[in-house]
């Protein structure tokens, strides 16, 4: 099993940023990437941005490329996501999670941390 804990959210104004944090505990090794989804009420969840431990490949959303950075710590077993130039339709519940393997779903998911933005 592998927990999640989401961190970093808060309420800003439009054009500031944010740095979101996830730290894994358990059984981290086991992990091939990690990423960051959103939802907001009666929306389905969003891919926002992924990374792979192995090769160090990152992927966005079309809707944050230039804004957003995934980047992460495999020591500290933490993944942390860099928001700039925030906009208000970035509002909604930010959840980390992570896979075993590039051909299965994400298997583990944080509780999720809110980031609001303001116009």
């Known amino acids: 099993q592998v927990q999640l804990v989401e961190s970093g959210g808060g309420l800003v104004q439009a054009g500031e940023s944010l740095r979101l944090s996830c730290a894994a505990s358990?059984?981290?090794?086991?992990?091939?990437?990690m990423g960051w989804f959103r939802q907001t009420p009666g929306k389905e969840r969003e891919f926002v941005a992924a990374l792979t431990w192995s090769s160090g490949n990152t992927y966005y959303a079309d809707s944050v490329k230039g804004r957003f950075t995934i980047s992460g710590d495999s020591a500290k077993n933490t993944v942390y996501l860099q928001m700039n130039s925030l906009k208000p339709e970035d509002t909604a519940l930010y959840h980390c999670a992570a896979r075993k393997t590039s051909y299965t779903n994400y298997d583990y998911w944080g509780q999720g941390t809110q980031v609001t933005v303001s116009s």
């Open positions: 358990g059984r981290t090794k086991s992990t091939y990437s």
